[in-house]
């Protein structure tokens, strides 16, 4: 009899920490494996290596700013690849809806339309975003980076910078 309780008791417990954990990971905020280098050098910066071993940058991702859609420029957001909704992709938010975005090489002028955003890498040399996508809507975004927390050596806040845009 003793026994039963006990297990009931731990069961209890685990369903208990794991619908909170479910709750807060889908509403205020989860961590997020970078992978890549369209964001280097303020993720994944080449060759980084704990206990000898590579690894990629884990990231926190913050998820109140999803509840009105507030973005600001430079805001590190992950989203849904607007092609194939199983791919993720992180990028900096350089337009956001309204503005105005010049896109490189082609010399053109595009308007960024209400409830879509343009991103971009900082690695452009090998970063598929809104130059190949188009405007994201922000209803794909998963949520913003606000920190790194793996690698222990790079533990720290993301910066909202845009320097290097261009």
């Excluded at 920490?17 to 479910?22: A, F, I, K, N, T």
């Excluded at 509840?67 to 420029?73: D, G, R």
Aim: aromatic share 8%.
């Amino acid at each position: 009899m003793g026994t039963r309780k006990v297990l009931q008791s731990v069961a209890s417990t685990f369903f208990t920490v794991g619908v909170v954990g479910l709750c807060i990971s889908d509403r205020i905020a989860s961590v997020a494996l970078v992978r890549g280098s369209s964001m280097s050098p303020t993720l994944n910066p080449g060759e980084t290596k704990f206990m000898g071993i590579s690894t990629d940058d884990y990231v926190l991702l913050e998820k109140l700013c999803l509840n009105h859609y507030k973005f600001s420029h430079g805001d590190i957001v992950v989203f849904r690849s607007p092609s194939d909704h199983k791919e993720k992709h992180i990028k900096r938010i350089t337009a956001l809806p309204g503005e105005w975005i010049g896109i490189r090489k082609s010399y053109d002028v595009l308007r960024v339309p209400e409830g879509h955003c343009w991103v971009e890498g900082d690695n452009s040399s090998s970063s598929m975003d809104s130059r190949t996508f188009g405007t994201i809507p922000l209803g794909l975004v998963q949520g913003r980076v606000t920190h790194i927390v793996w690698p222990p050596q790079r533990i720290g806040a993301i910066q909202r910078s845009t320097a290097g845009q261009t």
